[in-house]
Every structure is written in structure tokens, then in C-alpha cells.
């Protein structure tokens, strides 16, 4: 049967696609197919279902999530009454109920629908549809004490009527009341109570979305500056010293287009990150001269000028009407909804009340959507010693806004935090730290030479060398400063990890440092060793590799069938090649009698059911493998790169295994998500637990 989880409201401005977002990541983390019902919808675009068919990449069609607008469904009830009406809704949502394992139902919005008690439509359909009510109570401007009280009519209310509540929801509280009303509701309520916090930051507009209400006229700036949320006005007026005192972080600067003092003024102040503004909003449609904004566009590259032609005073009134909304143009909003929802509501609980349970199969979302879960189950700090790389500073805006884990940047903490406020990246609650600068560095390099005498390393060599962010931030991983280390986006593998072989070192228990990719497939996932570290390992290193990659297999909630790769299958061939990788299967059998090893066998043998019945007929692991070794770095590179691009698997890779403390290196040409899960997966190489 399809469980349906129906998100509703009491009235407007609940923030409630908070609350939807964050259940609907809470559902993908565990079911491979959701749907969605809005059964009532105004006419226009719905920038919900936009930003969630992105996100999710939901192939659903967009004609099956909607019952009917708001003007049919009121002349129908008008006409024939809410009998037919909601049979109507009902045969609609069972139409997408039959396709998917889980539907998420968007409540009514309360906003000019003319339809008459609309909590008791809400209620009604809810029951219709055999789905379990999660009511959301908005708090913007209350006291705690109303709050407390429509809270629990809001619970009455749908009890009441029939519908199996789930939870409540409070949100946009002032934060101050949070805490309190949460214990108040805790003791009153029969079901769990979340009371999230008004975030500033998601009811800003964002630079874009105030120059499209406006009319407005983009003069300078890139994609990311518009995307910057504009959490501040301050409308220029004042000679330049007393404007300058007036910015805020984060404020858009609002000033006639004749005042080319304060444009220049505001863009210097942002440059030198005192503080970081999100734009600039020229009015009376008047522009600064081209030498002016040719300075400007040097100034702070990116860094959005736009141009309206209304005056300062209408303008004023316009903005401070506007809303920031969710859609799928505002990704960085919905990483921050995303981790206040986590931060405040009990995930784990709220599952288990809408007992849904974990499917068979295992796409990459599930996957990332686990590895992020996990890493945030017991925080762990990760340095990033690439602190000034644009990537990386993104992966640690989504990292420190999804509450992942603690961070380190090693860097120029001027330039980091001027690329930040270019980028209109929040580096708040992250550490800052210039190797060249810090006070560690001594400290750094009397250890390094200790640990490097045998080399002839002295005390003045070390000091240069740990000035070196690569060698900090290891030496901050074998001090306990830090609990892991991703690096090389722009630096070499053997930049990035031979640090780690000087300083941190194997474990007592591995032969060799080796790496492993996770290929996420469509259905499930696989673990491919050894894809980027060792060339040609004889049979005891291939052994240690595939001891090694079932543990980290088993980390990450992979059940370990070892298949050791070549070319024949069984007693089929012969040669050196195959020999050796005989040889390390009968290694593995030896030394862990308790995993499932097979080898050697073929790719096809190893994974698809037919071929392993007739080559291999009655193995525990041919047809079913899932960590498949690969005889050398030639084969298992070429393997996992062809399956990346032909078959469109995900590779979340390589994660290093066998050093006593986790680091890992990136790809040169990592993209943001991949930082962000290769960021994540140490942290849980540091918890030492599993997904």
C-alpha cells in the first residue's frame, strides 16, 4: 500500500516549503520512487514542484501532479458540491498513488482560494487519501504564548476531523522563543512537537528575484552574484564616511544612479570584505558614466549594479514587500531550509512514525542522500587545505549550511574570505587559517623534523616545508585538529597524499595504501578497487586491497562479496596474470575466512546473474558481487571511467584507505557535489562507523 504524507497548514505565510523540502529529502533518502499531489493549484508556474522535480530529478509528468486550479475547483464545489469535488481529487491523487511507492501531498495554500474551510477540505482529503497529516503552524511576529495556543487548536482541530497527525510543526518562531515553546508543546501535545526558528535568510529575496519584480536592468554582475540574498537595505544618501558605516553584511545598497561615490564606495567596501554587500540597485533610472562602472566591474567582478527607474521612495515601498521564495533558481536557499530542518526536527523519528520502509534497491541520491545522514550523526571537523579554490569554497557554503561537519580552509584569510563575498558564499561557523601566519607553523615544523630526521630533515627545512597547506593540514589531521583531510582539486594525487604517507601513515593492519570508487548505479551500488593509487600490486598487496575495500565496503553499508577481477573465470586460464590474482584470492581466503571472495572471475561472471549460473554455477558471489578488484591501475582506471560515462553511473571517488587517519584527494576536475560527498565520506572514515 502507498504510504502519503500530507503537508498542510492552518494559514498563509507558515513557511511550510520548508517543511515540504525537508520531508521530501527525508523520503528519497529511503525510497527509490515519490511522487507528488498538489490537489489544488493557482494558475502559473508552481515554484515547489520546480525546485523538488530539479533537486530530485523526478521524472514524473508534470500534469499528474495536479488535481485542478483554485477558479475550477471553487465553481465545482459552488455546483455540485465538496462531495464531488473531492471525488474528483481522490481519483487524480490514486492515479499517481498506483505509480509510486510514496506520494508527498502539498496541502492548500490559503492564499485568495475562495473555497470555504479550508482546513476542513484539507482534513477531509487527507483522510480520502489514506494519508497520515503533518499540520504546520507559522509563528512569524507571535508571541509565545499564541503560538503555544494555535499549535494545539491547530492539532485539535485535525484530530478532530479524523486524520491520523503525524507531528506538528511550528515555524519561523523568533529564535529567542524557540527552546521555550518547544517544552511547553512537548508536555501538551500527544505527538511530537518541532518548532524551527525564523532564518532571515530564506525570507531575503534574492539579488535576481528583486531585479525581475522591479523591472530592473542587470548593468554589472554574474549568475552568483545575483543568486546573493539581499538580507539588508541601506539607501544611500549621506556623504561617503557615513554611508560606509551604515553597510551591513549582506545588505543591497540602494542609491540614485548619480551618486558614483557611494557605487564606488560600496563595491571598495565590499572588496576589502568590510563588510561583503550583495549589490547595488541604482534609481531614477540614471547611470554612472562608463569609466565608473568600467571601475566597478574591477572593483568587485561579479558583484551585481542593476538599474530601476523609479525613485528611492516607491522603490523602498516595493522592496520591502518582497519575499524570498524557494525555487529551483535558488539552490543555495534550499541547502540552508534544508539544514534548518535537520537541525530542528528529529528525522529518524519522523520516519518511524510515517514507517516507511527502506527500499531494495539503492540509486545515487539514496546514496548521497545516506552519506550526508551519516556524516551529520556525529559531526566531525575536515580540513580543506584548498581554502581559495572556488569550488571548494561552494562544496563548504552546501557543507556548513546542510550541517555536515565543522571546517577548516587553509589560505590567505584575506583572499578566502574576498573570493567568499564574491562568490556570495556564507563561510559562518568555519575556521580560517593562514599556514603562513599561524602559530602552529613552528610547532608544525619541529614535529615534521622530528618525524623526517632520517632524512636529514632539520628544523629550518621543515619550517618551509609545513608552510605548505597540503602539509599543514595534515599535520593538523595527526594532531587531532582536525579529523580528516580533502584535498586536490588543483593539486596533484601525489601532492595531496604524500604528506599523509610521511606523516600519518599505514595502519598496523594494511600492507599498502589503496583507493576505492563507489559507483553508483541505477539500482545499487558497487565498490571498485584499486582505481587510482597502486600500478601493478603483486598478489599479497592485491589481497591487502580487497581485505581493505570489504572494510570500507561494510562502512558504508555495502555487504562485502569480493570478486578478484581477470580475465578468465575458475580454472578457464592460465599465465602470470591469472596466477597472481589466484594467488591473492586464496591470500584473502586465508586471512579472512569470513568474507565472501571469489576468484578469478570475469566482470560479466561477477555481476550478471545469467553468465555466473553458467560459469560459475552455485558461487555465493558470482552474479552478486559487490566489490569488485581489479588486477591493476591500468585495468580498474580505464573499467570504472568507461562505466562513469557509458552506463552515466555516479563515482564518488577515490576514497583512500589503510592510513591511520582519513584523507582523500579529489579529482582536478571535481564539480561541487563531488567535493561535498568526497567532504562527507571522510568525516565518516573519521566516525569509524558505518551508513
Do not use: W
Request: aromatic share 4%; with cysteine; proline share 5%.
Amino acid at each position: 500500500m502507498t504510504r502519503s504524507v500530507y503537508v498542510t497548514g492552518i494559514d498563509r505565510k507558515d513557511g511550510r516549503q520548508v517543511i515540504e523540502l525537508g520531508v521530501m529529502e527525508l523520503l528519497t533518502r529511503h525510497v527509490d520512487r515519490v511522487g507528488v499531489f498538489r490537489p489544488l493549484v493557482h494558475d502559473g508556474p508552481d515554484r515547489l514542484f520546480e525546485l523538488l522535480r530539479a533537486r530530485y530529478r523526478l521524472s514524473q509528468d508534470p500534469a499528474s501532479v495536479y488535481g485542478m486550479d483554485y477558479l475550477e475547483a471553487s465553481a465545482l464545489q459552488a455546483e455540485q458540491g465538496t462531495d464531488e469535488l473531492v471525488s474528483r481529487l481522490v481519483d487524480r491523487f490514486h492515479r499517481v498513488a498506483r505509480e509510486y511507492e510514496v506520494v508527498l501531498v502539498l496541502g492548500t495554500d490559503y492564499a485568495a482560494t475562495q473555497l470555504p474551510d479550508e482546513l476542513a477540505l484539507n482534513a477531509r482529503l487527507a483522510n480520502e487519501f489514506g494519508a497520515s497529516v503533518l499540520p504546520v503552524v507559522g509563528g512569524k511576529n507571535q508571541t509565545a504564548e499564541s503560538v503555544r495556543a494555535e499549535a494545539r487548536n491547530a492539532h485539535r482541530a485535525y484530530d478532530a476531523l479524523g486524520c491520523h497527525v503525524l507531528a506538528m510543526v511550528v515555524n519561523r518562531v523568533a529564535a529567542e522563543d524557540r527552546e521555550l515553546i518547544a517544552e511547553r508543546l512537548a508536555a501538551r501535545l500527544p505527538v511530537p512537537c518541532y518548532v524551527l526558528p525564523d532564518e532571515p535568510a530564506l525570507a531575503a529575496p534574492t539579488v535576481a528575484q528583486i531585479t525581475h519584480a522591479l523591472g530592473g536592468e542587470v548593468l554589472l554582475g554574474d549568475d552568483a552574484g545575483l543568486a546573493r540574498d539581499a538580507l539588508d537595505f541601506v539607501f544611500g544618501g549621506a556623504m561617503l564616511p557615513n554611508f560606509l558605516n551604515a553597510l551591513t553584511p549582506g545588505c543591497l545598497v540602494v542609491t540614485p544612479g548619480d551618486r558614483s561615490d557611494l557605487v564606488v564606495g560600496a563595491l571598495a567596501a565590499h572588496t576589502a570584505g568590510t563588510p561583503p554587500i550583495a549589490g547595488v540597485l541604482l534609481t531614477l533610472n540614471e547611470r554612472p558614466p562608463a569609466e565608473i562602472l568600467t571601475l566597478s566591474s574591477r572593483l568587485a567582478p561579479g558583484t551585481p549594479v542593476v538599474s530601476v527607474s523609479g525613485n528611492s521612495f516607491p522603490t523602498a515601498g516595493e522592496l520591502f514587500a518582497l519575499e524570498g521564495k524557494l525555487n529551483a533558481a535558488t539552490p543555495r536557499k534550499a541547502e540552508t531550509a534544508l539544514g534548518l530542518f535537520e537541525r530542528h526536527v528529529d528525522t529518524a523519528g519522523l520516519l518511524n512514525r510515517i514507517s516507511v520502509a527502506r527500499s531494495g534497491r539503492v540509486t545515487p541520491m539514496m546514496f548521497e542522500h545516506q552519506v550526508l545522514e551519516q556524516a551529520r550523526s556525529a559531526r566531525r571537523r575536515v580540513v580543506l587545505p584548498e581554502g581559495t579554490e572556488d569550488r571548494v569554497l561552494r562544496a563548504a557554503d552546501v557543507l556548513l549550511r546542510r550541517d555536515v561537519c565543522d571546517l577548516t580552509l587553509l589560505g590567505d584569510v584575506e583572499t578566502i574570505r574576498k573570493k567568499a563575498a564574491d562568490l556570495g558564499v556564507d563561510l559562518v561557523g568555519a575556521e580560517i587559517t593562514d599556514p603562513q601566519t599561524s602559530e602552529l607553523r613552528q610547532r608544525f615544523a619541529e614535529l615534521y623534523a622530528k618525524a623526517r630526521a632520517h632524512k636529514g630533515v632539520s628544523v629550518e627545512l621543515a619550517y618551509d616545508v609545513v608552510a605548505d597547506v597540503n602539509y599543514f593540514g595534515t599535520l593538523m589531521v595527526q594532531e587531532g585538529l582536525a579529523d580528516g583531510m580533502v584535498s586536490g582539486s588543483v593539486h596533484s594525487t601525489a601532492a595531496t597524499i604524500r604528506p599523509a604517507f610521511e606523516v600519518i601513515k599505514t595502519k598496523p593492519e594494511a600492507a599498502i595504501v589503496s583507493s576505492v570508487f563507489f559507483m553508483c548505479l541505477a539500482d545499487k551500488v558497487l565498490v571498485y578497487g584499486d582505481c587510482a593509487v597502486n600500478p601493478d600490486p603483486n598478489a599479497e598487496q592485491l589481497a591487502d586491497i580487497a581485505v581493505q575495500s570489504a572494510a570500507t565496503a561494510a562502512q558504508f553499508g555495502v555487504e562485502p562479496r569480493i570478486a578478484m577481477l581477470s580475465y578468465s573465470t575458475g580454472t578457464s586460464g592460465s599465465g602470470a596474470d591469472v596466477d597472481k590474482v589466484r594467488k591473492a584470492t586464496e591470500i584473502v581466503r586465508e586471512r579472512r575466512p569470513d568474507l565472501l571472495v571469489e576468484g578469478p572471475i570475469q566482470y560479466d561472471a561477477a555481476v550478471e546473474p545469467s553468465v555466473a549460473a553458467t560459469k560459475l554455477p552455485g558461487s555465493e558471489v558470482a552474479g552478486q558481487a559487490t566489490v569488485l578488484i581489479f588486477p591493476d591501475l591500468n585495468t580498474g582506471n580505464n573499467t570504472y571511467k568507461a562505466v562513469q560515462r557509458s552506463a552515466g553511473a555516479v563515482a564518488v571517488g577515490p576514497v583512500l584507505q589503510g592510513l591511520r587517519k582519513p584523507v582523500n584527494d579529489l579529482s582536478r576536475g571535481a564539480l561541487v557535489q563531488d567535493i561535498v560527498n568526497t567532504v562527507a565520506i571522510t568525516a565518516i572514515q573519521a566516525q569509524g562507523g558505518t551508513v
